[in-house]
């Protein structure tokens, strides 16, 4: 089962030839230019795969059940309780495409349906929020981030993602900061027999802010993104013949696109803030292993377009908190549930958002000073965000 694992690897690496996509758009037309188009070998367009003992000698793998909650949440309404993410009596973990879509459906629902644990776990995430609102969404300089942050705190906010989005924490998980990591990276989680899974991120991070200097911002996006590979590392099943698209070696395979897609949407819903997780930066830097692309069927699920809506709403909210409309907790919820219900069109949003994410990722400037010009001869997000405040009109949905 190893060998020919190995020879797939080594086989897809040396066959990809493709250029590696500069932005969202370049990897759609990759994607879409493929002919015949790769077929998709996910659990939805090829079951019997994931059925056959062939994909795995451990097979059958643990299954993920819910449970409802015999008591009501704080809302009144009923709720699962946290799934049973392994077997005491089987070493065999569940399989990586079925945590994942287990996974979705346990966080991602509306507020009112979390449980009493998930609840606790977002208020905790809110009091934190609320406490440092205005280091959270001002530009700090580039210094020692676990001034910014201290470890104590990265591992609180940690375990508030893992109760919340994942349904439990673990004293088997833990969070240090480093003046180096591992393969020159911003952060990257070690395992060890004894001590578990250890999340290590740099002091200082050598790169860009992603959202103008807002540090903690980015810290919080790179805390998240290292908390799916632990979840995958520690209950995904990483033997089987799947697990080469679905997990890869590099962590980003289609499991993790997948879980972190929703994930990503649910944050700033639950909490308000945005994050980047490095979803599409993730194929870029692993792009030999995406051969020749990502199925259309993938490309569809991991909803990459949503990195163009996080970044007009992080512009949204930096503008409305120095302009003194955000200042606390509850302002910052509203302000987040007024606009993402005020969205315009996806068709607008795909024709707009894609092209002025393209510019500014060429332009190397988010929310830059000099702004491309739209057709009204505003800014081009100006001229974007008079659509999407526009009312719709007859026949036409939010998305």
Sequence with gaps: MLIPLIKEHILKRSQQKLP?????????????????????????CDPDLYRSVTNCYLHPH???????????????????????????????????????????????????DLNNT????????????????????SPHPNTDFHLLIPEKQMRDILGCINVLFFGRDSCMFHFRWASKVAQDAEAHTQE???????????????????????????????????????YFYAYACHRCRSAEENLMSHGHGRAW????????????????????????????????????TPSRHDF?????????????????????????????????????????NIESTLEVVEKEGKEYYRLLRRNQDFGARRKPRG????????????????????GEGSC
Aim: some cysteine; charged content about 25%.
């Design 192 to 230: 060890h027999a004894m001590t578990g899974f250890t999340i290590k991120m740099l002091r200082a991070l050598p790169r860009q802010s992603r959202f103008e200097g807002r540090w903690m911002l980015d810290l919080l996006g790179t805390l998240v993104h290292e908390a799916v590979h632990v």
């Design 257 to 292: 696109q997948l879980v972190t897609a929703r994930l990503e949407r649910c944050f700033v819903r639950f909490v308000g803030l945005p994050v980047d997780m490095g979803r599409f930066s993730g194929i870029q830097g692993n792009w030999a292993y995406f051969y020749p």
């Design 118 to 137: 998930q609840l606790a776990a977002l208020a905790a995430l809110h009091k934190w929020r609320d406490t440092r609102l205005s280091d959270i969404l």
């Design 300 to 340: 569809s699920e991991w909803r990459l377009e949503n990195e163009v809506l996080t970044r007009f709403y992080a512009h949204d909210l930096f503008g409305a908190f120095e302009a003194g409309a955000v200042k606390r907790g509850i302002k910052l919820d509203e302000f987040a549930k007024e606009w993402w």
């Design 375 to 394: 057709k009204s001869g505003k800014g081009l997000e100006d001229d974007f965000l008079v659509r999407r405040f526009r009312p719709l009109g007859a």
């Design 20 to 44: 590696v996509p500069e932005d969202f758009s370049d990897l759609q037309v990759l994607v879409e230019a493929q002919n015949p188009a790769p077929p998709c070998t996910c659990d939805t």
């Design 62 to 112: 643990f299954r993920i059940k819910f449970e409802k909650d015999s008591t009501k949440n704080k809302y009144g309404n009923e709720c699962y309780l946290p799934p049973k993410l392994s077997s005491s009596t089987s070493i065999a973990n569940a399989e990586a495409m079925h945590l994942a879509r287990q996974t979705i459906a346990y966080f991602d629902c509306p507020i009112q």
